[in-house]
């Protein structure tokens, strides 16, 4: 599967932005799907995840009650709502799938990534 994320920009703080997930060569509905983000010499974090079969939601607890993950499963396509977003939320943030049971929240545990999409929140 290929995956092509978008939908970053330069906002300020307090903004909103949509990033979409956009998968190829196989359907989305049989993978668990998470975002990640990487900072500037951080490592790369777990921000969100949905499951494959009955869409649950999981978020770190830096994003929770802001940010929203869903999918359309028709569309193929999953996305990240980011609502009050503050500077430290700046970074690169990248889509990820995995089919397996456990959905995931550390990087090894996915298999197909997209390319990332920068996010920059201005103070």
């Known amino acids: 599967v290929q995956l092509q994320a978008s939908g970053g920009g330069l906002v300020q703080a307090g903004g909103s932005l949509r990033l979409s997930c956009a998968a190829s060569?196989?359907?989305?509905?049989?993978?668990?799907v998470a975002w990640f983000r990487q900072a500037p010499g951080k490592e790369r974090e777990f921000v969100a995840a949905?499951?494959?079969?009955?869409?649950?939601?999981y978020y770190s607890d830096s994003v929770k009650g802001r940010f929203t993950i869903s999918r359309d499963n028709a569309k193929n396509t999953a996305y990240l709502q980011m609502n009050s977003l503050k500077p430290e939320d700046t970074a690169v943030y990248y889509c990820?799938?995995?089919?397996?049971?456990?959905?995931?929240?550390?990087?090894?545990?996915?298999?197909?990534w997209g390319q990332g999409t920068q996010v920059t929140v201005s103070s």
């Open positions: 990820a799938v995995n089919d397996r049971l456990r959905i995931g929240v550390t990087p090894p545990e996915y298999d197909y």
């Open positions: 060569g196989r359907t989305l509905v049989n993978y668990n």
């Open positions: 949905i499951s494959r079969t009955v869409g649950r939601t």
